[in-house]
């Protein structure tokens, strides 16, 4: 039940901006076994003045930088988590073509009763 966010630099096009949406589901699909049609993504564009990084850790990050938020329950084996990470990487080098050193990504878990999926509902409260 990942509910994913993206920001990037404004500009890109429309080919590039559906290559990470589908590149990062895919990539989530084959790593971490999200359930097919589990694809809740946002992409957000910043203009100048908007959008800023930096070079922590000494990576070269380029305006081109891609910002990944994922946010789900608790309970993905730490591995799991890794894989994704170098999956989403490997893809999004492949198409559309961003530098690993390009692709910041970060994992916020939350527990099963803070999501509604709709009708008002925690859907997964009960599961936990």
Not at 96 to 125: C, K, M, Y
Request: proline share 3%.
């Amino acid at each position: 039940m990942p509910v994913t966010r993206i920001a990037i630099r404004s500009g890109k096009s429309v080919e590039y901006k559906k290559a990470l949406l589908d590149e990062i589901y895919e990539a989530m699909l084959t790593s971490v076994q999200i359930e097919p049609g589990d694809r809740f993504t946002a992409l957000t564009e910043h203009g100048d003045g908007e959008f800023s990084y930096g070079d922590l850790l000494g990576i070269d990050r380029s305006d081109d930088l891609v910002q990944i938020q994922v946010f789900w329950a608790p309970g993905k084996a730490t591995d799991a988590k890794l894989a994704m990470y170098r999956e989403i990487v490997d893809r999004l080098g492949r198409n559309p073509g961003v530098r690993a050193e390009d692709v910041l990504i970060s994992v916020v878990e939350t527990a099963a009763e803070n999501w509604s999926f709709g009708n008002g509902e925690a859907q997964f409260h009960d599961l936990t």
